[in-house]
């Protein structure tokens, strides 16, 4: 087993994206179907992300916002089959080190009564009042980065940029998350509002890619759906790996030397991560193809949580896939199949 320490070191919150990720990633955990974050001033004012979800119990209002708290994992030994988005106990405590945080959260065994509570710095529980709204949780948090100068002045100079990145975080999410209404928001500095993301709840992966890309983004995608044996296939001992495949790809009617680089989104068991690897490998295949340049891509592998580790980087998006080479070996030779199926 890998040591404590591995778990809880390093540091989380280091731009918008992953500030406002790991909010939505908590809503997500505690059951929302319902998330709307709100962006001001591109998130240098705040940002703020509500939801519908359990809410807080009024015995955890101490412990939330302390370095390596979470509610998630029970022994050690789940970090191995984590099935939640969080499980290092160190967003919140992180935002607290970076920017005020007030949340406000009810039950459903207190609603409509609830309670606003204000974190410190170190996370401690500097205030608490009562309030009022249905169940689940809103986190604000506002004036992000005031005590790191260099990074203020950074994302006030790239406001714009650095939000656009955090959208296209979280359209990952709204890609892949079914039976969500997510709404990402931004609301500028005279206070007009414009909707920069809105998924309806629907459970079809379909329609989430519709409200995400549009219906011209959705022209030329090819839904994907198979299974793949690794260990078979690969011979591989003492394992018996299988992978389901879903999702999308690019078909050959995919615009010619069309580029969808900021259009290759992977998942591993819902969750959204970094496989440049396999980004490469599908690319690969599409040049054999020799019209195509960068196709869109939208892949949830689907395997046993044994064959995986999350736990390589502060912000999960970087993991391990135990014979890696062999799913993209595996992906490869099914991908050019069903390329060359096609009519070109
Ligand atoms: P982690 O997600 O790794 O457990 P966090 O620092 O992100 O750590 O959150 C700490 C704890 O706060 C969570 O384990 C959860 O109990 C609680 N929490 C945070 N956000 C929410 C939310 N939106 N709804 C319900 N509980 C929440
Ligand atoms: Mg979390």
Redesign the pocket.
């Known amino acids: 087993t890998a040591d404590v320490h591995n778990i809880t070191s390093g540091q989380v919150i280091i731009d918008l994206s992953t500030a406002s990720k790991?909010l939505l990633?908590?809503?997500l955990?505690?059951g929302a179907t319902q998330v709307t974050i709100t962006f001001k001033n591109h998130g240098i004012d705040s940002i703020e992300v509500s939801?519908n979800?359990?809410?807080?119990d009024e015995e955890?209002f101490d412990g939330?916002c302390m370095k390596h708290?979470?509610?998630?994992l029970r022994t050690f030994e789940d970090v191995a089959n984590v099935r939640t988005l969080?499980?290092?106990?160190?967003?919140?405590?992180s935002l607290c080190a970076v920017a005020r945080v007030d949340i406000t959260t009810s039950t459903k065994s207190i609603q409509p009564r609830a309670y606003k509570l204000e974190y410190d710095h170190h996370g401690r529980l500097k205030s608490k009042q009562t309030a009022s709204r249905n169940c689940g949780?809103t986190?604000l948090i506002s004036d992000i980065f005031r005590n790191l100068p260099v990074r203020k002045t950074d994302l006030v100079k790239n406001g714009r940029r650095e939000f656009q990145k955090a959208v296209t975080l979280l359209q990952s999410y709204a890609l892949i998350k079914v039976g969500l209404r997510l709404v990402v928001q931004h609301v500028d500095s005279r206070g007009r509002k414009g909707i920069m993301l809105a998924t309806s709840g629907s459970k079809q992966l379909r329609s989430n890619v519709l409200s995400v890309f549009g219906a011209n983004g959705m022209a030329g995608l090819e839904p994907i759906d198979f299974r793949l044996n690794i260990s078979a296939r690969f011979k591989l001992k003492a394992c018996d790996m299988l992978l389901s495949v879903h999702g999308y790809l690019s078909n050959c009617s995919f615009g010619k030397g069309r580029s969808a680089t900021d259009r290759q989104f992977w998942f591993v068991n819902g969750r959204p991560v970094k496989l440049q690897q396999f980004s490469k490998a599908i690319t690969d295949v599409y040049k054999t193809f020799n019209h195509l340049q960068c196709p869109v891509i939208l892949l949830d592998l689907e395997l046993d949580p044994q064959f995986i580790d999350v736990n390589v980087t502060p912000d999960k998006r970087t993991i391990f896939l135990h014979n890696e080479a062999a799913i993209i070996e595996a992906l490869k030779e099914r991908v050019t199949e069903i390329f060359s199926s096609q009519d070109i």
């Open positions: 790991e990633e908590n809503s955990d505690a939801d979800g359990t809410g807080i955890d939330i708290y979470t509610s998630k969080g499980f290092r106990g160190e967003a919140l405590s949780t986190v």
